[in-house]
Nanobody, 115 residues
Framework: QVQLVESGGGLVQAGGSLRLSCAAS????????MGWYRQAPGKQRELVAR???????NYSVSVKGRFTISRDNTKNTVYLQMNSLKPEDTAVYYC?????????WGQGTQVTVSS
């Protein structure tokens, strides 16, 4: 019954910015490493960024320097700030929560970057 609620996707011009948000239940969020994944048409789903409960981050080389992941532990929300967007960033972006023995996924939000 628990779910991750995503928002912030949309259509932007190349060079623009978007901020994705993912809200989770307090119990799940407090125990989980949070992450963002994406899947473009015809391609395998890939990790974009992740952040541990203590704030340790990891980024895909393709987005490092342009994207920033963060989490607000008082609001049980993880964010992905995306700057300098490129057409190749176009994909469905999924929020992910990794607990010790269970994984949760958001419904996905479409990000489209036009040329």
């Amino acid at each position: 019954q628990v779910q991750l609620v995503e928002s912030g996707g949309g259509l932007v011009q190349a060079g623009g910015s978007l901020r994705l948000s993912c809200a989770a239940s307090r119990n799940i969020f407090s125990r989980s490493t949070m992450g963002w994944y994406r899947q473009a048409p015809g391609k395998q789903r890939e990790l974009v960024a992740r952040i541990t409960r203590g704030g340790i981050t990891n980024y895909s080389v393709s987005v490092k320097g342009r994207f920033t992941i963060s989490r607000d532990n008082t609001k049980n929300t993880v964010y992905l700030q995306m700057n300098s967007l490129k057409p190749e960033d176009t994909a469905v972006y999924y929020c992910n929560a990794e607990e010790y023995y269970e994984t949760f996924w958001g419904q996905g939000t479409q990000v489209t970057v036009s040329s």
